[in-house]
C-alpha cells in the first residue's frame, strides 16, 4: 500500500460498554518526521486514540495504519517499530535506571550501546543516577527515563501519552525541548496533552474533545481562526469582572485569563465603550487592551461551538 | 484582623533530609493563595504540617488561628481539603458522597439535606443526585469535590492540583466558583502547574528546593524578574541550580 | 533466547528485591506446615481421663498403670461414686472415665462375665472413639497376657499389621498433603500476582507494545518462580523429615523432579488465572478460593477418595494435586522407583503442557 503517511486514520470509532463513545469517527494524519499534538482534556479520546495506533485497543471500526502497516492485521511489524509511552509511569520501580534501560533495549531486540547515540543527551542526565531505582528518581526524570526506554529501540514513530501531566513547568519545558531534538532526528511523534500552551509547541495539533476533532491545523491558522475581536481586560475585583462582563450587551465571551480577563466581541467596539461600562458598574483600576487570541481561546469557542 | 495562616521558620526534616527548610509566611483572610514548586520542592510536605497531618520538626505556625503542635484536631474542623488524586469515593453515588463528608464533619442531618439541595441547584447537577460519581465527566467531579470539600463552610480551603486535566472552560468555571468563596471571606490556599493559573491568585509564593524563593502578587514578581509570564517568573526561579533527581 | 534470558534476570530483580515478600513465602510454608502438624494431628496423647475404682484390687492398678504408660493418657481424677461421673463431665475436666467394677478381680479368676466400663464425652466423636479405641485395646492386651498362663479361654484375637505405617502415624499422611496444598497455592498465587502486578503498574501496557511473545511472557514467569517453589518444597520436606520423623525411602532426585512438576503446573496455574483477572487482589482471592478447597477435599488429603460419591471421584481426577499425592507417598513412603508412578507423572505433564498452552492461547496481546 502505498501511503505516505506515518500515521494515518480514517472514521475511527471505538466504544466502551453502550454509554460512552470514546471516540467518533475520528480521521487525522500524521506526515513522516512531523511533531503532532493531540490537544484536549481529560475525557477527549487521546488516550484512546493512542492505544489504538499502538496496537493496544482495536477500533470498533474505521481503519488506521501506522508507517503504512495496519493497526489490526500489522501489529507485531508495528509493535517492533514504534515508541510507547503510557500516561501512567510504566517502567519497574524496583529496577535501577540501567536496568530498566537494559531490559527494555534486549526485549526489542537490540542494546544500548547500538542506538546509544539516539538517546545521548536525555540519557546523560540521568547517568549520574544510573544505579539508583527508578522509584527513587523525582517526576522529571522518571519522564527523561521512560523517554529513553521508549526510544531505545530506535523507533520509527513514536506516541507519547500525556507525558507532561502532573509535571512540573521546569520538567515541562526540558521535556518540550528534548522532543523538538527528536524530531531534528526524523522521528515521527504523536504526543498528547491537556495543557493547551503545549500546542504551540507542535507542528500541527489535533483539538479533541468529547471523542471529536473539532479543528486539525498548524496553531498559528487555528489562531488565526479566532475571528471575534477580543480584548484583554483587568479591574481590581476579577470575580465581579467576569460576572459584569457578561452583562456587556456585545459581548460573545468573558474568561479569566492570567490576571486579565478575554473578552470576545460580537462585533468591533470601540474599547472605550467597555470602560465606560465598567466605570459604570464602578470598577476600579480599569486596564483594557487588544489581545492577541490564544490556543485556549480558540479550544473554548469550538468548544461552546459544537 | 488574624491572618488565615501564618507560618514562621517552619521546618520538617526526614533523617538528613530537609523537606521544608525554615519557611515564614502570612496568608490573610479571604485571600486566594497560590503555593507552586517544582516536582519535590517540599509543597505537600508543608501542606501536610498546617493541615495537621504531619508535625514540624521546628518552626512555628498557626491555621485560623490554632497552633498545628497543639490544637490540629481544632484545625481540622475549620479546614477544607480537595486534591485532584483523591476527593470522592467513585462508587458512592453523588448524594451518598454529600451525604458521607457532611457527615464526617458532624453536620445535622437536616442541614445535610438542605445543603445537599442548596449545592446540587448551585452547579446545575439536581437530576444527578443518585448517579454514580465515576460516571460523571472529569470536570463535574471536581466542581462537586469543591463544594463538597466547603460545606462545612471552612474558614480555609486547601485545594492540591485541583484542575489537573479538565477542559479550559471548566477549569474557568471552577476557578469562578474559587473567586466567589474568596469574595464571601473564604481563605484560599492552591497548588498548581498551570501557570496561568498563578496569575488568578493574589498572592504566590514559589519554593525550591525546600525555601520559598519568592513571594509576592504575580504582577509584582513578573515586573521583578522581567518576565511576560509567571511561566517565565516560575522558570527563572526553578531552572538554576535545581536538585537533578 | 536473549529475551527470555533478561526477562527472567528482571523477574529474579523483582524477587529479591520485595524483601518482605520473599520472606512471607519462605516463612509461610514452615509456619503452615507446624500448624498443620500440630494442630490437625489425630493422634492423642496425654488425654486426661478419671478412673472410678470400685474393686480396688491388684488388677486394676495393673491397668491404670499400663494406660498411664503408653502416654496417650494422664489420670486426672479418682472418683468415688457413680454419681461423680456425670459431674465430672460436665466440668469438662476429662474426655473419659474408667469404671472398675467391685469384685472384678474375683469375676475374672472366676471367668464370670465382667465389665469395664469406658464412658466417654462423645461431644468430639471422633476423639471419643479414638480414646475408646486406644483403652480397649490396652485393657485387651492385658487380659490377654492374664489368661497366658491360665488355660487360655477359647478366643479370636486379630491381628492387624498396619504396613508402611506402622504406628499408624497421621504424620504420613499429611506430611504429603501439606506439601501439596502449599506448593499448589504458593505457586498459583506468586504467578497470578506477578502478571497481575504488572497489570495494576501499567507496565504489561509497554511489553504488550513490545515485539515480546506471549510465550515468552508467560515462560519467563515461570521459570524464576520454578526455584522459589523447590525453595518451599524443600523446606517443607525438610521439616516433615526432622520435625516429624517423615522418612524418605525413595530416590530424592525423583522427588525433587516430580516436585519440579508438579511446581509448572501450579505456576501455569495461577498465569492461566492471571489472564482472566485484571486486579493482584482478585487473582490473589481466586487462587485461594477455586484452588484451595478443591485441593484440599478432592485430592484425597484429608477425605479417602474410595469412599466419595461416584461423581466426585470421577471429578478428583482432573485435580493434579490428587495425582502429586500419590506420586510423593510412593517416593517417599513405599519408596518406589519411577517405574511404579510414569502414570501419575505422564498425567501431571499433560496437566502441565495444558495449562501453559491455555495461559499462552489466553494471554491477551492487547487492552481490554
Known sequence: ?306 | MLPAITADKLTKRFGDFTAVNQISFEVKKGEIFGFLGANGAGKTTAIRMLNGLSRPTSGQATVAGFDVYRNTEKIKRRIGYMSQKFSLYEDLTVRENIQFYGGIYGLPLKDIRHQMKQLLANLGMESYARTLVKSLPLGWRQKLAFSIAIMHRPEIVFLDEPTGGVDPITRRQFWEMIYKEANEGMTIFVTTHYMDEAEYCGRVSIMVDGRIAALDTPKALKEQFHADSMNDVFLNLTRPGRQHA | MKQLLIFIRKETYHIFRDKRTLLILLGMPMVQVLIFGFAITNEITNARIAILDQSKGEMSQDIIQRLVASSYFEIDENLRAVSDIERHFRQGKTKMVVVFPPQLQENLLRSVPTQIQLVADATDPNTATTLINYASAIIGRYLQEQNQGNAPPLEISTDVKMLYNPRLKSVYMFVPGVITIILMLMSAMMTSIAITREKELGTMEVLLVSPLRPSTIVVGKVIPYILLALAMAAIVLLLGAFVFGMPIRGSLLLLMVECVLFVITSLSLGILISTRTETQQVAMLISLMALMLPTILLSGFIFPIESMPKVLQVISNIIPAKWFIIIIKNVMLRGTGFNFIWKETLILLGMALFFIGASIRNFKIRLA
Open chain 1, 1 to 306: 500500500m502505498a501511503n505516505q503517511y506515518a500515521i494515518d486514520v480514517q472514521n475511527i470509532s471505538k466504544r466502551y460498554g453502550k454509554q460512552v463513545l470514546a471516540l467518533d469517527e475520528i480521521s487525522l494524519h500524521v506526515h513522516s518526521g512531523e511533531l503532532f499534538g493531540l490537544i484536549g482534556p481529560d475525557g477527549a479520546g487521546k488516550t484512546t486514540l493512542i492505544r489504538i495506533l499502538a496496537t493496544l485497543l482495536l477500533a470498533d471500526s474505521g481503519q488506521a495504519s501506522v508507517n503504512g502497516w495496519d493497526v489490526r492485521k500489522d501489529y507485531k511489524k508495528i509493535r517492533s517499530n514504534v515508541g510507547y509511552m503510557p500516561g501512567r509511569f510504566s517502567l519497574y520501580q524496583d529496577l535501577s535506571v540501567e536496568e530498566n534501560l537494559h531490559f527494555f533495549a534486549t526485549i526489542f531486540g537490540t542494546t544500548i550501546e547500538e542506538n546509544y547515540e539516539l538517546i545521548r543527551e536525555i540519557y546523560v542526565q540521568l547517568e549520574p543516577f544510573r544505579t539508583r531505582k527508578a522509584g527513587q528518581l523525582s517526576g522529571g526524570m522518571k519522564q527523561k527515563l521512560a523517554l529513553c526506554c521508549a526510544l531505545i529501540h530506535k523507533p520509527l514513530v513514536l506516541f507519547l501519552d500525556e507525558p507532561t501531566t502532573g509535571v512540573d513547568a521546569v520538567s515541562r519545558q526540558e521535556f518540550w525541548e528534548m522532543l523538538q531534538r527528536l524530531r531534528q532526528k526524523g522521528i515521527t511523534i504523536l504526543v498528547s496533552t491537556p495543557y493547551m500552551d503545549e500546542a504551540s509547541l507542535c507542528e500541527r495539533v489535533a483539538l479533541i474533545q468529547k471523542g471529536r476533532i473539532m479543528s486539525i491545523d498548524t496553531p498559528a491558522n487555528i489562531v488565526a481562526g479566532f475571528d471575534k475581536p477580543l480584548l484583554a481586560v483587568r479591574t481590581d475585583n476579577m470575580y465581579r469582572l467576569i460576572n459584569d462582563l457578561r452583562q456587556f450587551e456585545s459581548t460573545h465571551s468573558a474568561y479569566p485569563f492570567g490576571d486579565y480577563a478575554h473578552l470576545a466581541l460580537n462585533g468591533p467596539i470601540w474599547p472605550e465603550a467597555v470602560h465606560a461600562f465598567l466605570a459604570d458598574k464602578k470598577h476600579t483600576g480599569i486596564e483594557i487592551k487588544p489581545a492577541k487570541a490564544t490556543i485556549e481561546d480558540s479550544f473554548m469557542e469550538l468548544m461552546t461551538k459544537s
